[in-house]
């Protein structure tokens, strides 16, 4: 690509993006941008044409960036491909990577960066493509995604030793990058729990009952992708503290495992200060303990008749709290149900949508978090674990809160990059804020998802009740 500008396939919905790339393209010679608005389109446009590499969004309708990827990947093709997009955490830049993606990119509000970026990965991944992905390659890659992400995160490799530690797990733990990229020997734990012992990242292909006998109370799993767990650990200064912890595995392009990647986030409080209370977690240690051991018929004939109990009380607190308004008996109701099963975290968020109705922002706060501990991933409890926040923040003047509210609804979007009501409160909270920059920002993209049609509301276990 030094005397010749690289042919380069820029596949996105976004036309006034596609648009804006092109012209800066032509006008800089360095690349020679071919567009398409869909995956569909791109995969007939490739059946006729060849290019130096591949730039395709990941958040597109019909067939996603992935998607496309897999397709393309399976035909045999190793046309470099960079993921473009506008959302995202860790886990979406590990799906591309496992999935054969040569580089991951965030977009940004500066589209002359953007291109700059763009230029310069699109050079790198030609200059790659002859040497396929090589070990040392697919780390530094590896290394580029943690850095990438805004959760605290580090991996390491299959001999067990650091290959990439982030600014945000710097900030957690004070233990800078330097002080231990190379270094294995589980000598990463030491910050976490005071002394050497197996993290979850050395766990990822041990059976449930493993995870458990070291102390995690297992939350899930998927095979061959992440493991979350919740556990507790010790403070530098002697203090305990409640990890949440998730796990994956990364493979190359054989298909062979090449490292592990952790992410950890401290909830022994809630993002506005609300402890966790460490009966709960007892309680959901002992559950866990008897959920794993082999029952006799008659035991586990108990276990069912309790927990069809508890879904009987639980459809009872949903009448009562959806269609007759009475939040204090939907509460009762609620813990009756949790009295057979105190894992079952959409009670525990719907508990605490009915404490926020009668203005009991404490409870709620509690009872929201608890079923965000025990699902961590699921948008429907971050949202109204947000919505939450937001309303104390607005009620009380109070940014503290309000940015609690938006790391929460940042969560969700980067689950759901369609929801428009998550975007759109990401928009509230800024405005609140004095932020009205930014909170035109999220505004705008919350206007243009329903302006699209594009829109993804979040579903409501209780849906399924009523």
């Known amino acids: 690509m030094n005397t010749q500008s690289a042919s380069v396939l820029y596949i996105d919905d976004d036309v006034a ?6 012209l800066m393209s032509e006008q800089s010679r360095e690349m020679t941008i071919q567009t398409a608005q869909s995956a569909k389109e791109a995969l007939g446009i490739l059946v006729r044409n060849n290019f130096d590499a591949i730039i395709v969004d990941y958040d597109m309708p019909e067939i996603s960036g992935i998607e496309f990827l897999k397709i393309f990947r399976k035909q045999g093709d190793t046309t470099p491909i960079i993921m473009f ?8 830049a590990i799906e591309a990577l496992n999935n054969g993606a040569n580089f991951f990119l965030k977009k940004g509000e500066d589209p002359h960066h953007q291109f700059r970026e763009l230029v310069v990965m699109v050079k790198k991944a030609m200059e790659r493509s002859s040497l396929g992905r090589a070990l040392g390659t697919t780390q530094r890659i590896i290394a580029d995604m943690i850095n990438f992400s805004s959760d605290p995160s580090f991996a390491i490799d299959c001999d067990g030793k650091v290959v990439a530690w982030n600014n945000s797990i710097e900030q957690l733990t004070d233990v800078p990058a330097n002080a231990i990229m190379g270094k294995g020997d589980n000598i990463y734990s030491e910050p976490f729990f005071g002394t050497r012992k197996k993290m979850l990242v050395n766990l990822v292909f041990e059976s449930d009952e493993e995870i458990q006998r070291q102390k995690y109370m297992l939350i899930s799993r998927i095979p061959k992708g992440p493991v979350i767990a919740v556990t507790r650990g010790l403070k530098k200064e002697g203090g305990e503290w409640t990890l949440w912890m998730k796990a994956m595995p990364v ?18 409080t809630t993002f506005s200060d609300v402890v966790i209370s460490n009966s709960k977690l007892n309680e959901a240690d002992q559950l866990a303990d008897v959920a794993s051991v082999d029952t006799p018929k008659s035991k586990a004939g108990f276990f069912n008749k309790i927990l069809g109990k508890s879904s009987l009380h639980y459809k009872e607190g949903i009448i009562l709290y959806m269609k007759e308004k009475k939040y204090i008996e939907a509460i009762a109701a609620f813990d009756k149900a949790l009295e057979g099963d105190n894992k079952l975290a959409h009670v525990w968020n719907d508990r605490g949508t009915c404490f926020r109705e009668i203005g009991d922002h404490t409870s709620a706060l509690k009872s929201l978090f608890r079923a965000v501990e025990l699902s961590p991933d699921n948008p429907e409890y971050l949202f109204n674990l947000g919505e939450t926040l937001e309303m104390i923040g607005v009620m ?9 509210a938006i790391q929460t609804f940042k969560i969700v979007v980067n689950q759901m990059p369609n929801n428009a009501s998550a975007w759109n409160h990401l928009g509230i909270c800024f405005k609140e804020m004095g932020k009205t920059q930014e909170s035109k ?14 829109d993804t509301p979040i579903k409501r276990k209780r849906d399924e009740y009523l």
Do not use: H, P
Not at 251 to 268: E, H, K, L, N, P
């Open 85 to 92: 997009t506008g959302v995202g955490g860790e886990y979406v």
């Open 17 to 22: 993006l596609l648009e804006m790339i092109k």
């Open 396 to 404: 009380n003047m109070s940014n503290k809160y309000l940015d609690s």
């Open 441 to 454: 920002f999220y505004f705008d993209r919350a206007r243009d998802i329903i302006l699209w049609k594009k």
């Open 251 to 268: 493979y190359d392009s054989q298909g062979q495992f090449i490292a592990s990647i952790g992410t950890i986030r401290d909830v022994t």
